[in-house]
């Protein structure tokens, strides 16, 4: 074989290579589809990377009747690797108190918060590095009205992994005697999976009996004009208009940083109470931006919203009180890059339409930064408040397949080389 035939075969073998590590990906998949109170629970994972950001999100409603505590917990959790640097975050709304009570090693970390006017606790604990093994319970708990029969509840677990790349998680789940939890897995920011899991008995819906009405038509007939009317006769009333009231629903991150609006009847492909916002680092960031908030991811993925929901990201002091110079705007990440949103900073926040879910971060340009348009960060929000694409990040694909190209390039030139 020739170098140029050598070298075409490597260029093509090497494509070939960056082409799998591109799409090569890690998986997840949760069972059962049905537990009884207290059943484990298993995440089966393969090719999750050393140095990942990973999180295991546990959400649930949960029915208390005229109770004004609660509790929810997961009890034995078991992970094969260690995570350091862990943190569990906790959101519980609407209660008058809620706290966190984790059991570790034999070392007990716990705290409660008590809840503002608008009757939610969030809040994060950071634990001590967790080496390979179990964590013997993390337990929500806390005390509400007695008129709250509902208590929303999330429970995350997150931190930087090392240890094996395939293996399973499991844990059990008490506190829910009838009812389901939805269970997510974030890796290094992105949902990787979520599923609905059913506790107890799954509910049954009743079909409504279509009631028969039966008329006589039996009997004597008479003249109809002999009967005195016992009343005046009444006109048929036509029912006046009503309106019709459509409840906003809204979720906050858990730093309370990031919000979104939306009208309940405006979701598709989920349900209002399965909406929740996590924050990560937001990855890629063009060079010439820069973020100026964590990013946010919105969940479930795949959920829309008609009409537009509405998001916000509250400003810190140092941007809020130069807006009108840094002139911050909302991105979403889409596929390999981001895309800007139409943007208005709103108070001491700014503010974008969105119609589904996904990554969003608050960035301002940098100096001497531009946008897709050309526009530099002094030209004014109308300059970059339409859809456009990063200019500078170029999408996973192409930028893993430049050294492919390079090795055929590079048995093109030996191939010249040689002739000469």
């Known amino acids: 074989m020739n170098k140029f035939k050598k070298s075409i075969f490597c260029g093509i073998i090497l494509l070939l290579v960056m082409i799998t590590g591109v799409t090569s990906a890690v998986s997840v998949a ?115 009205e007695a008129k709250n029969q509902n208590i929303d509840i999330s429970l995350q677990l997150e931190g930087i992994k090392t240890g094996p790349s395939s293996g399973s998680i499991s844990f059990g789940l008490s506190g829910i005697e009838s009812g389901s939890a939805w269970i997510y897995i974030f890796v290094d920011g992105s949902e990787v999976i979520g599923k609905e899991i059913i506790i107890g008995e799954p509910p049954v819906t009743a079909t409504p009996t279509p009631t028969q009405t039966t008329s006589s038509s039996g009997g004597s007939s008479h003249d109809s004009s002999d009967d005195e009317p016992t009343s005046e006769p009444t006109s048929s009333a036509t029912a006046e208009p009503t309106e019709t009231t459509v409840k906003t629903d809204e979720a906050s991150s858990m730093d309370g940083i990031a919000t979104i609006f939306f009208r309940e009847d405006a979701i598709s492909g989920a349900v209002p109470e399965q909406v929740f916002i996590t924050k990560v680092t937001p990855k890629e960031i063009p060079s010439d931006w820069q973020a100026v908030s964590e ?60 119609d589904s879910t996904g990554q969003y971060a608050l960035v301002i340009i940098s100096s001497g930064g531009q946008t897709s348009s050309g526009s530099t960060a002094n030209s004014g929000y109308s300059d970059y408040s339409g859809q456009q694409e990063s200019p500078t990040q170029a999408s996973g694909m192409s930028a893993a397949l430049i050294p492919a190209f390079i090795g055929i390039l590079g048995g093109i030139l030996l191939l010249t080389g040689r002739r000469d």
């Open 30 to 144: 949760i069972s059962p589809d049905n537990i009884d109170e207290g059943d484990t629970v298993t995440i089966s994972f393969q090719d999750l990377n050393d140095n990942s950001t990973f999180a295991l999100r546990m959400q649930s409603v949960i029915g208390i009747g005229n109770e004004t505590s609660f509790q929810f917990v997961a009890t034995n959790v078991n992970v094969p690797f260690s995570m350091s640097d862990p943190e569990v975050y906790v959101r519980a709304k609407p209660v008058n108190s809620a706290g966190l009570k984790a059991t570790s090693g034999g070392s007990i970390k716990s705290v409660e918060y008590l809840a503002d006017e608008t009757k939610i606790v969030d809040f994060s604990q950071g634990l001590d590095n967790l080496g390979a093994g179990s964590i013997e319970a993390l337990r929500v708990f806390g005390e509400t």
């Open 295 to 354: 990013g946010y991811i919105i969940s479930p993925s795949g959920a829309k919203f008609s009409p537009e929901a509405t998001l916000t990201i509250r400003m810190n002091e140092s941007i809020s009180s130069q807006a009108s110079a840094l002139r911050p705007f909302i991105v979403k990440y889409t596929g390999n890059d981001w895309t800007i949103m139409p943007s208005v900073v709103s108070g001491n926040a700014v503010k974008t339409d969105i």
